[in-house]
């Protein structure tokens, strides 16, 4: 079965600053990564998403993410942190074969510091 | 286009009342899913549907039924609430499987306070 750890519960940087939310997972295929974002009170809102090909995704709001097959990991980055991007995020990991439901990490809430 | 719609957005129920959270799409997805957020947990699946009339268990099934009668419908009941089921749900779909590239469309969530 596949799992997903986000190691970080939360984080905590300055606005202008760069951020990488870590994630960790579990599968024995070729897996299907996402990471969403949910603000609070919100619904999850898809950032990116990688299914194959090049292992760096490019996504909405500035963020990339690095697929990295042999450390097992889809850690989320940005260059320049905005205040609007405090908010919790998701990993998310897909099984195919039947049920294609998604298992999530448990999240990293980030906060950003003016 | 609505997407993916829940009702109720927000309802207190008492230990032991019952209740059913409606979860709709106009978007003719297959697969329909159901999950719920507690703090510090992510979101974990309680049943999903493969298509109109089926479903299956998901991770965390225990105290809630669902109903796939339409395609485009997808309830969750709970028959006796309890404190425990206190949490938000989120409804999720999408046409096909992921090998299509697809991803999960969510609903904006039903904040449900069992006291």
């Known amino acids: 079965a596949q799992s997903v750890t986000q190691p970080d519960i939360h984080i905590t940087v300055s606005e202008g600053a760069s951020l990488e939310l870590r994630c960790n997972y579990s599968y024995g295929a070729t897996p299907y990564l996402f990471w969403y974002v949910q603000s609070p009170g919100q619904g999850l809102q898809l950032l990116l998403k990688?299914?194959?090909?090049?292992?760096l995704v490019q996504g909405i709001k500035g963020f990339e993410a690095e697929f990295k097959r042999s450390q097992s990991s889809f850690n989320l980055r940005k260059p320049s942190v905005h205040w609007s991007d405090a908010a919790e995020y998701f990993c998310?990991?897909?099984?195919?074969?039947?049920?294609?439901?998604?298992?999530f990490g448990k999240g990293t809430k980030l906060t950003v510091n003016p | 286009n609505a997407g993916v719609t829940q009702t109720p957005k927000f309802r207190v129920l008492k230990t032991g009342q019952s209740m059913t959270l409606l979860c709709a799409q106009d978007m003719n997805h297959e697969y329909m899913y159901w999950y719920r957020q507690d703090p510090g947990m992510g979101l974990r699946l309680i049943h999903y549907?493969?298509?109109?009339?089926?479903?299956a268990k998901g991770e965390v099934p225990d105290g809630y039924n669902v109903s796939r009668l339409k395609k485009q419908n997808f309830l969750l009941g709970l028959e006796s609430a309890a404190p425990s089921q206190t949490s938000v749900y989120f409804c999720a779909s999408y046409p096909s499987g992921l090998a299509g590239g697809n991803e999960q469309f969510f609903g904006p969530g039903t904040r449900l306070t069992v006291l």
């Open positions: 990688y299914f194959s090909g090049d292992t």
């Open positions: 549907s493969v298509g109109e009339g089926t479903t």
């Open positions: 998310a990991v897909g099984a195919t074969g039947g049920s294609e439901k998604l298992v």
